[in-house]
């Protein structure tokens, strides 16, 4: 039974491939954890430097942000928003994604969409939108974090009011892989990453189903909590 006050724990609505795909695999593999507790990492390849090129991913588990991290609104439960998340999946078809690609993303390597589809930014917006009920207003310490980074005034504007910077029109889906890369290192991780991946990118992806994500306490991993299927019989599959 876990100690944490209901007030540390948070939340996130995340794409992730189904625990039985094998990009989920190959995920678990290269980052040391599978967040749906199914798949033993401890067969990974990776070296000492990759893993530690890989924290910030393995902690947050393999997946695509649609809603960040968020703590519950004061009079809200998580069954509240598990109820809202099945209704919501259930009323909509799976977002195609197509097939996904390595890129670079201000120092760190991800999987993104090769093509540009519009109608993930939308599906993207809707979740953040739906979803801000249930989100309670950000900490000071959260909001200090945040505006550590360097942000624009339209991303300063979504962090205030979506308390997340990178929504809406800043939004870019990706899948991450790493942290932040050393510019002499990079050759050699994207090739890293392309013997790793290479053979589940041509897939034609979806986003077939929605995943909540939950995180005990600050720095502890996010694991997935239930996994809802887009229009379907948008049944809770409980996985921790």
């Keep these: 039974m876990s100690n944490a006050q209901p007030s540390e724990r948070r939340y996130a609505i995340y794409y992730a491939p189904r625990s039985e795909h094998p990009l989920t695999a190959a995920a678990v593999h290269w980052l040391g954890r599978d967040p749906f507790g199914k798949i033993d990492p401890t067969s990974g390849a990776r070296t000492a430097g990759e893993a530690l090129l890989t924290s910030d991913p393995r902690r947050y588990g393999f997946h695509a942000t649609l809603k960040a991290p968020f703590r519950l609104r004061e009079g809200t439960s998580v069954e509240d928003v598990e109820q809202a998340l099945g209704r919501f999946a259930a009323s909509r078809p799976p977002c195609p994604i197509g097939p996904l690609k ?6 760190f390597f991800a999987l993104v969409p090769v093509h540009p589809v519009p109608a993930l930014r939308g599906f993207a917006a809707q979740v953040v939108e739906d979803f801000d009920r ?3 207003p950000m900490d000071g310490d959260d909001l200090k974090r945040r505006m550590s980074r360097q942000l624009d005034e339209v991303e300063m504007t979504n962090l205030v009011t979506w308390g997340y910077p990178y929504v809406l029109g800043r939004f870019r889906f990706h ?4 942290d932040r890369v050393p510019e002499n290192g990079r050759a050699a991780m994207r090739a890293r990453l392309e013997e790793m991946f290479e053979p589940y990118l041509s897939d034609d992806y979806y986003i077939d189903a ?3 994500f939950v995180q005990e306490h600050r720095g502890a991993d996010f694991v997935v909590r239930s996994q809802f299927a887009l229009k379907t019989d948008s049944v809770l599959r409980t996985a921790v």
């Design 102 to 107: 390595i890129d670079l993303l201000g120092g």
């Design 134 to 136: 249930f989100r309670a």
């Design 175 to 178: 899948m991450t892989l790493t």
């Design 210 to 212: 929605l995943s909540l």
